[in-house]
């Protein structure tokens, strides 16, 4: 990544999810993929609304059961495995034509190798306020040393922490990404009383807006609320962490590729940073969802993060509430029906 400053992509705006009437003739199939047992339930309530009839695995899509989409021009794919271009062409030579991913974002697929195999990608959008809620508590717990506190509990250690937590309306807070989901942390830190920093190339919040490098510079807690693309990967690398306020604290429910763990690591180490809140991480494929609990980590970074006191560490879990769950579903449903009402608009 070069030091000039990215392009800070904004959010897609939402489509409501409100229940409408199902269109007439016989209802759309579409085949649901990786779909966890409280989707399911989801999916069978809503679908009738849709007029969609879902055909449901748990199972990821992958080359070996593409063929579960036959006679299905849509599919509806989790964001928990990558997509890979080998199960693309796979869904394409069984008639897919649609392909809508239960996630805002869509870096674990090969969008422009999907185009070229005749199946068009969508994403979808939900609560916002899931993922800012989260936030706000992973900040809270990094400046109260929350994680070293549990950790302590757990082994019957209650005295208190080294060190004293720190309160955040005596804190600036620089958002980076101010689509939905920053513009709703920005809401709330308000009721927080804390200096709000912003930064995107498309102001979309209420805080100050200042270039990143100067956001850096100011704040005593850095959050993430960019897509993951080409542009954004490794925002924040080696020289922009070197940039930050000495003890400043660092999170993420973003995307793991947003910061380049490598630099993050030996800046936590040393205490140049004070600490870091990580909903996701580089390379989290295969281990968060997974019980590991009699496996071997086999991921050196997240063992190296889990042995540091100032670290909090939770599995790619802020989405996920009720409210943001139905959401998911439902857009993922209008999303199918559209693409296929254009379709036949277009014949």
């Known amino acids: 990544m070069t030091d000039r400053e990215p392009a800070l992509p904004s959010a897609r705006r939402t489509r409501s999810p409100a229940p409408r009437s199902s ?17 399911a339930v989801l999916f069978r309530e809503l679908a009738p609304r849709f007029g969609v009839a879902p055909t449901i695995t748990g199972e990821a899509v992958s080359t070996a059961n593409a063929a579960l989409a036959s006679g299905n021009r849509c599919v509806s794919v989790g964001h928990k495995t990558r997509i890979t271009n080998p199960t693309l062409l796979a869904l394409s030579q069984v008639g897919v034509a649609y392909l809508s991913t239960r996630s ?65 309306r005596d804190l600036t807070v620089g958002v980076v990404g101010t689509g939905r989901i920053g513009a709703a942390v920005v809401d709330r830190l308000r009721g927080f009383g804390c200096r709000q920093l912003a930064h995107d190339v498309r102001p979309g919040s209420s805080a100050e807006h200042v270039p990143l490098d100067e956001l850096l510079r ?25 940039r930050m306020k000495h003890g400043a604290f660092v999170v993420n429910t973003g995307r793991g590729g947003l910061i380049d ?15 870091a809140a990580l909903d996701v991480l580089e390379g989290e494929e295969g281990i968060f969802y997974a019980d590991r609990r009699n496996r071997p980590l086999d991921h050196e970074h997240l063992s190296r993060l889990r ?11 802020a989405y996920h509430t009720d409210h943001a769950l139905r959401d998911t579903v439902a857009n993922s449903l209008i999303n199918c029906r559209d693409f296929e009402s254009r379709k036949q608009h277009w014949i």
């Open 23 to 39: 269109p007439p003739g016989p209802p759309l199939g579409i085949t649901v993929y990786g779909c966890g047992p409280d989707e």
């Open 307 to 317: 042995r540091l006191p100032n670290v909090v560490i939770t599995p790619h879990t």
């Open 261 to 275: 763990t490598d630099a993050l690591l030996p800046a936590l180490e040393s205490g140049r940073l004070g600490g």
């Open 104 to 168: 805002i974002g869509d870096d674990h697929i090969d969008v422009a190798y999907a185009a070229s195999v005749g199946i068009t990608v969508g994403t979808v959008e939900y609560s916002p306020h899931s993922v800012a809620d989260y936030t706000v508590m992973l900040m809270l717990m990094a400046v109260r040393n929350a994680g070293s506190v549990l950790r302590r509990a757990d082994a019957h250690d209650y005295r208190l922490p080294d060190l004293p937590g720190r309160e955040l």
């Open 218 to 242: 100011q704040s005593d807690v850095v959050t993430l609320h960019t897509p993951l693309t080409a542009a954004t990967r490794h925002l924040l690398n080696r020289r922009r962490i070197e």
